[in-house]
């Protein structure tokens, strides 16, 4: 078992790193406004979150992935440990695929969600929201398998929108055409190997790119010369948070409390309370959580994850769910308008059975007009699927767009 070795990095001296396309990033960001995502600097806006986001669904939007958190796992038993961490079957995710999966405490309540990489046979990438390292190694125990953290080893970058597949052509990818959803190939950049993977958090059709970062401002630089007949532009992080929230994604911290972080009990949620029920497969034998999970399928979930279609436009931030007698039965964890499907639209934990399509609820909304804070009792129904689901971001090859 290998652990993380951090004594050639000056992590405890640095409090917060440049991304390796900081120069780049530095150079469009017109607000000179800069956030922080664990270890990086990181970009909320280029321009307005609003110009970012018709840049990711007109054209193309590139987000720096660089500081998710993302986990090397390999040696001859990676599989059997992942098949015993993780609540899905991982045999299936075969080399050159990826897939997404959560992981559970013995409770059955999520950790965290992340995707999964088999780069080659037996070699993992499994990429998080949260630094997962310590209870990687934890359940490695009596496993013959490395684990350690790569985050500072890879930089990354997001490809999306529907002129995604055009630019990654036009800069010489041969074969790029034929990637299918969640597939991933390898090519040969300037001496490197870069891997490009179908993938996204947008819900459209888009790519991310994962690179040794000192080719990392030579990849931008490729990149943004080959878009920019096709309208390419960076994306900052609120953009990408008003796509991931059309596209019916999660976010850890925001619409669960990962399991490791919460006090007090109850403030956790299982898979079936997030609705990813489809991750969970009993028949397997063993995987962290299992009985627990059995357990809560045969008596039922008490809360259940919903998206909702909110009267007006007003975006339902933090707002309490009421059922059609006035009772409280959830609340608001993501909200927004959406430019998109022109609808006021959230994601939210609701009690059971109120989860179910056309179920009729209220939401209460505070807003404040020239400086006075107004109520409003909206109408909202729950709706099945996402808010924003193009055909294009599963065809295969993609179109020029």
Known sequence: MKTFDISDRDHYRTKVFPSPF??????????????????????????????????????????????????????????PYLERL????????????????????????????????????????????????????????????????????????AVQGPTSFAILRDMGLPGIEKLTPFGLAHFDFEGTELTIS??????????????????????????????????????GSK???????????????????????????????????????????????????????????????????ARLDIEDNKPAHNAYVFDKKGNTIGWVTSAMWSPSAKKNIALATVETPHDQPGEDLQVEIYYQRELQWNRKMAKAKVVEGPFWAPERRRATPPGEW
């Open 239 to 305: 953009a990408l948070d008003m796509l991931r929230i059309e596209a019916g994604f999660i976010l850890a911290g925001v619409d669960f409390m990962p399991a490791m972080h919460t006090v007090r009990p109850g403030h956790t949620r299982s898979p079936f309370e997030l609705g990813l029920d489809w991750l969970v497969d009993f028949t397997k034998p063993l995987f962290n959580g299992r009985r627990a999970l059995l357990r809560e399928k045969a008596e039922g979930s008490r809360y259940a994850f």
């Open 198 to 235: 179908r993938t996204g958090y947008t819900g459209d059709l888009g790519y991310e790119l994962w690179i040794d970062p000192d080719h990392a401002e030579r990849l931008w630089d490729r990149l943004f010369a080959a878009g920019e007949q096709r309208g390419i532009k960076p994306l």
């Open 22 to 79: 900081h120069s780049r990033q530095a150079a469009l960001n017109e607000n000179k406004v800069w956030s922080r995502w664990y270890d990086y600097q990181s970009v909320p806006a280029y321009t307005c979150e609003t110009h970012d986001y018709f840049a990711g669904r007109n054209a193309c939007g590139v987000f720096d992935l660089t500081p998710m958190t993302k986990h090397r796992i390999g040696g001859p038993d990676a599989l």
């Open 86 to 157: 993780m609540t899905r079957r991982m045999e299936k995710i075969r080399p050159g695929r990826v897939g997404y999966g959560v992981w559970c405490d013995d409770h059955g309540q999520v950790i965290d969600d992340g995707t999964v990489f088999h780069l080659r046979e037996g070699d993992y990438r499994l990429c998080s929201q949260e630094h997962q390292l310590d209870w990687l190694l934890m359940n490695a125990e009596g496993f013959d398998v490395e684990v350690f953290e790569e985050t500072h080893d890879v930089a990354a970058l």
